[in-house]
T-cell receptor, first 109, second 112 residues
Framework: DAKTTQPPSMDCAEGRAANLPCNHS???????VYWYRQIHSQGPQYIIH???NNETNEMASLIITEDRKSSTLILPHATLRDTAVYYC??????????FGTGTRLQVFP | EAGVVQSPRYKIIEKKQPVAFWCNPI?????LYWYRQNLGQGPELLIR????????DSQLPKDRFSAERLKGVDSTLKIQPAELGDSAVYLC??????????FGPGTRLTVT
């Protein structure tokens, strides 16, 4: 499975959009981009995933570049409850998730 | 729908003692995972079950760790004997094969 690179930390003002970048330059054609987040003292929570098209659900939007070498997770209106560690994971045909150290997002009032 | 249930939530033991963690997955989820998460790191897979069969245990330290999933439902992860370096959060997750994983809250183990 391809490796990902994320900034270690980011800040965002409450009510503003949080844009979390992820680089996955070695991604293969059949590998998906998954995003999970982990709020303090909880287990990771699935957010969204995509292959090559942009995706949106009730939690977030996922923008994948045309060459698929990077992606951005967008939380359109961040709240204090969105403070968490966000993991970008590239997943192949297996069920295996390989977590990195993620991006610690701090949403401030 | 009930989520993944884990117990206990916290456990403190002395080194060389045994410890066990229990997980009940979401009903209908045939795949079950145990992860270990060290402080400041992402979770690392220890073992994956498809029903009652362990299909990936390559990262499980088999000299002291064991796991079972009798009847393909709930699962137990055991450490015997525990070492100081085993202090971590142990997470259980479940999924319908091929779909997203749902995680429990984890068991925080402290070995003194």
């Amino acid at each position: 499975d391809a490796k990902t690179t994320q900034p270690p930390s980011m800040d965002c003002a409450e009510g503003r959009a949080a844009n979390l970048p992820c680089n996955h330059s070695t991604i293969s054609g059949n590998e998906y981009v998954y995003w999970y987040r982990q709020i303090h003292s909880q287990g990771p929570q699935y957010i969204i995933h995509g292959l090559k098209n942009n995706e949106t659900n009730e939690m977030a939007s996922l923008i994948i570049t045309e060459d698929r070498k990077s992606s951005t997770l967008i939380l359109p209106h961040a709240t204090l409850r969105d403070t968490a560690v966000y993991y970008c994971i590239v997943r192949g045909n297996t069920d295996k998730l390989i977590f990195g150290t993620g991006t610690r997002l701090q949403v401030f009032p | 729908e009930a989520g993944v249930v884990q117990s206990p939530r916290y456990k403190i033991i002395e080194k060389k003692q045994p410890v066990a963690f229990w997980c009940n997955p979401i009903s209908g989820h045939n795949t079950l995972y145990w992860y270990r998460q060290n402080l400041g790191q992402g979770p690392e897979l220890l073992i994956r079950y498809e029903n009652e069969e362990a299909v990936d245990d390559s990262q499980l330290p088999k000299d002291r760790f064991s796991a079972e999933r009798l009847k393909g439902v709930d699962s137990t992860l055991k450490i015997q004997p525990a070492e100081l370096g085993d202090s971590a959060v142990y997470l259980c997750a479940s999924s319908v094969q091929g779909y997203e994983q749902y995680f429990g809250p984890g068991t925080r183990l402290t070995v003194t």
